[in-house]
Nanobody, 126 residues
Framework: QVQLVESGGGLVQAGGSLRLSCAAS????????KAWFRQAPGKEREFVAA????????SYANSVKGRFTISRDNAKNTVYLQMNSLKPEDTAVYYC???????????????????WGQGTQVTVSS
């Protein structure tokens, strides 16, 4: 059984920071591309960031470039999303995703991911 569990969400004021974590269990995820997506109320889920197994390939949505940093610790089967300079428009449920076949060039394509976490709420107040 594959499980992805997100943590680290919460309520923060605009300009603040949060660090999300996604811990994987059940299989060896070292070679998987891992990604973060988010879904705001009334909107479709959108790509945020992705990282290749070696961390040599990283991709960000334009809306978070320069503010968010994705990283991973393969020894801990965990991927992180450091979010700085948060804005009210970053408010959303954040999901992590993983798949053994997704390449970093298609990391934005949520339909290609087999495994998803349950999500963690991030709320940024103005």
């Amino acid at each position: 059984q594959v499980q992805l569990v997100e943590s680290g969400g919460g309520l923060v004021q605009a300009g603040g920071s949060l660090r999300l974590s996604c811990a994987a269990s059940g299989r060896t995820f070292t070679s998987y591309v891992k990604a973060w997506f988010r879904q705001a109320p009334g909107k479709e889920r959108e790509f945020v960031a992705a990282i290749s197994w070696s961390s040599s390939g990283i991709s960000y949505a334009n809306s978070v470039k320069g503010r968010f940093t994705i990283s991973r610790d393969n020894a801990k089967n965990t991927v992180y999303l450091q979010m700085n300079s948060l804005k009210p428009e970053d408010t959303a449920v954040y999901y992590c995703a993983a798949d053994p076949t997704v390449g970093i060039s298609r990391a934005y394509s949520q339909t290609d991911y087999s495994y998803w976490g349950q999500g963690t709420q991030v709320t940024v107040s103005s």
